[in-house]
């Protein structure tokens, strides 16, 4: 057995202005879970301590909490991995979330944008009669399964920086989501999907894989990359800047063998898009004049590819990378 | 059953004899030291003349994949890296230094898509195959960060400097993909690094620690959504700042952009920060004693020199 002291935030919406501290030490063998040690402080010490939980086996998903400013599953986190020399345990509730009390927090935002995916399948021949089985290849199966995984705990939303700053981002749970109907034979509803996905910023994943921290290992960073892919491959909304990026960085590669940057914020931004370039010129005119970009390259960059050349010197052997390019039939445009 | 989680693999396991032991290296420097952040590449050279390594440019080397070329194609940047790798095994060199966090990831994770399964590496040969090239699987991808650190070590680089940094308070910032995902990376935790603090330490600076330092500095969505991006750079340099950092070091030229770049622009929101930011090299190089004006300091736009002058590291 041992003495572990639970450092809770405590706040309380109805009553409270701002969040406190409370200190609770429970005995318990230190491989106890979080989970646990909340639930003996709660039993024990006081009753009024609240946090989610059903399953206490991370099936639920209801546990998500920040513990010594690590977000996941308190039911999957023994103690002792995380507890300091003193034997303190440091338990928040899940950043980027609204506390409502003590660890509970309000959810909505995160469900809003999983309910926007319309999160069921929709047959292509819905209305016809509901004679026979819809089936599934083991193959077709397979690609969902992981994601099927998921027990929407919020963890990978909770980590995520951009929904930090921009909670209009879908966030990776849901895009993740979306890749599961996407990828689903049964369903009838591919395009749509993917249009409704990009304009819940699909392209604004930063690529930080912070939802590689997954508990359930359904790794959205993954699935997100399928669902641009997926947005390239049937050519959805492709004149938004994402799908522009990620194919100008592509033709740049194939081009010159490296990233051409002038042509990549041109060819992202619209070479045409007046007020986009100017929004971006004040950052690239303080480049010029540390000498960072020179006006050269900015301008050979900036014009060559409307004369159909490289924007900048290719690398020796370019023609293997165009081999390459041409080979996996990437597209550049 | 003991899991081996990723942080507790023996860091014999990325070490590599055969180049450490000849001290000469495959060098991959990326497009963005090529490009924008030339001061990069310039003190990384600077730096191996000091260290006494010899870092063999692998000038044929095509871009990683910047972790955009996934979202068109699948295969793309996995068969990009191959003929990369095969170049730096013609050159007898196993080792592929590179200076960028961004291009680290990316190489390793397509490193080890193909050392993982035959059927990758066989379909990338078969490409590579059109011109000559095979990749044969011995190369391994590894950041000059952890070069330092394994092969020159923290005890030799302590002898070695000849200007220490007088505890100037140096935040680390990390950028992601040289710690996750750690099944790529797992050199260091990628919760918990402390190289750079490490690093900092031994060149007698003294380490922030601030939650910002693993977090996303919004580089790669500057062009999709520039407020987010700027946000994103406010609220780690606030963090930063509030911990009493008075400049910022990162093994990353991306980030390197953006910490650089944006916080001008994010001071609406999160309060003037003006960090200036360094590249790994450049202030490694500097307390080994490269002159301050090579390191190419001038070139950033939040002034660098202000603080070392304060610090009287320079006049």
């Given amino acids: ?333 | 059953m003991t899991v081996l989680l990723p942080e507790d693999l023996p860091l014999d396991a990325h070490r590599r004899s055969h180049s450490a032991q000849s001290r000469r290296y495959g060098f991959f420097p990326g497009c963005v030291a090529k490009e924008s952040c030339k001061e990069l590449f310039n003190s990384t050279m600077l730096l191996a003349d000091k260290l006494g390594i010899e870092l063999i440019e692998l000038t044929a080397a095509s871009c990683c994949g910047a972790s955009v070329v996934n979202d068109v194609n699948r295969d793309v940047a996995r068969v990009l890296n191959a003929r990369t790798y095969a170049q730096a095994e013609a050159l007898g060199l196993d080792d592929v230094i590179t200076i960028c966090s961004t291009c680290t990831g990316h190489m390793r994770a397509a490193n080890k898509e193909l050392l993982d399964s035959e059927e990758r590496m066989d379909h990338a040969n078969a490409i590579l195959g059109k011109f000559g090239a095979k990749y044969q699987g011995t190369v391994m991808v590894r950041h000059l960060l952890w070069l330092l650190i394994d092969d020159i070590g923290l005890d030799r680089l302590r002898e070695m400097v000849v200007r220490p940094l007088a505890g100037m308070r140096v935040a680390p910032f990390y950028g992601c993909h040289i710690i996750r995902p750690e099944s790529v990376n797992g050199w260091e935790s990628a919760r918990q690094p402390h190289s750079l603090e490490d690093l900092i330490e031994a060149i007698g600076g003294e380490p922030v620690d601030y939650a910002g330092k693993t977090r996303c500095c919004g580089f790669h969505i500057q062009l999709e959504k520039e407020n987010v991006a700027a946000d994103m750079v406010g609220q780690n340099m606030r963090m930063a700042k509030d911990h009493g950092a008075e400049a910022v070091l990162t093994p990353c030229p991306l980030c390197h952009l953006a910490l650089d770049g944006y916080q001008a622009d994010s001071a609406a929101r999160w309060g003037r920060t003006d960090l200036p930011t360094f590249h790994l090299p450049q202030l490694v190089a500097f307390a080994l004693g490269v002159p301050a004006e090579k390191l190419g300091l001038n070139k950033h736009l939040i002034d660098p020199r202000t603080i070392m002058v304060e610090r009287e590291l320079i006049s």
């Fill in chain 1, 1 to 333: 057995m041992a003495k572990i002291t639970l450092d809770l935030f405590r706040f309380d919406e109805a009553v409270d202005e701002v969040p406190h501290r409370d200190r609770v030490t429970v005995e318990i063998p230190e491989t106890t879970t979080v989970l646990d040690a909340l639930e003996v402080a709660k039993a024990e010490v006081d009753g009024s301590i609240s946090f989610r939980r059903s399953c206490r086996s991370a099936i639920c998903g209801s546990c998500s909490m920040n513990i010594n400013g690590i977000t996941g599953l308190a039911c999957k986190t023994p103690c002792n991995t995380v507890m300091n020399a003193d034997g303190v345990v440091k338990v928040d509730p899940m950043p980027n979330f609204q506390p409502m009390k003590d660890m509970v927090v309000h959810m909505d935002p995160f469900w809003d944008k999983y309910a926007r995916l319309k999160p069921y399948l929709q047959p292509a021949d819905a209305d016809s009669a509901n004679d026979r089985e819809r089936r599934v290849s083991p193959d077709d199966m397979k690609k969902l399964v992981d994601v099927a995984n998921c027990v929407m705990c919020a963890t990978c939303y909770a980590l995520c920086p951009v929904v930090s700053v921009d909670p209009s981002f879908a966030g990776p749970a849901a895009i993740a989501y979306a890749y599961r109907f996407i990828e689903d034979v049964r369903d009838g509803q591919r395009k749509e999907r993917i249009a409704q996905i990009s304009e819940d910023y699909l392209w604004l994943c930063a690529h930080c894989y912070a939802c590689s921290y997954c508990p359930k290992h359904v790794d959205p960073n993954d699935r997100i990359i399928d669902v641009k892919r997926a947005a390239i491959k049937d050519r959805v909304l492709m004149n938004e800047r994402g799908p522009r990026h990620a194919l100008v960085v592509s033709k740049t590669i194939k081009q010159t063998g490296m990233l051409a940057e002038t042509e990549v914020i041109l060819g992202t931004v619209g070479r045409f898009n007046v007020r986009g370039l100017l929004k971006v010129t004040p950052l690239a005119l303080r480049m010029v004049a540390r000498g960072k970009l020179t006006p050269v390259e900015m301008a050979v960059g900036g014009t060559a590819p409307m004369l159909g050349m490289p924007s900048q010197k290719p690398i020796p052997k370019v023609d293997e990378v165009r081999t390459i390019f041409e080979a996996l039939e990437v597209p550049v445009s």
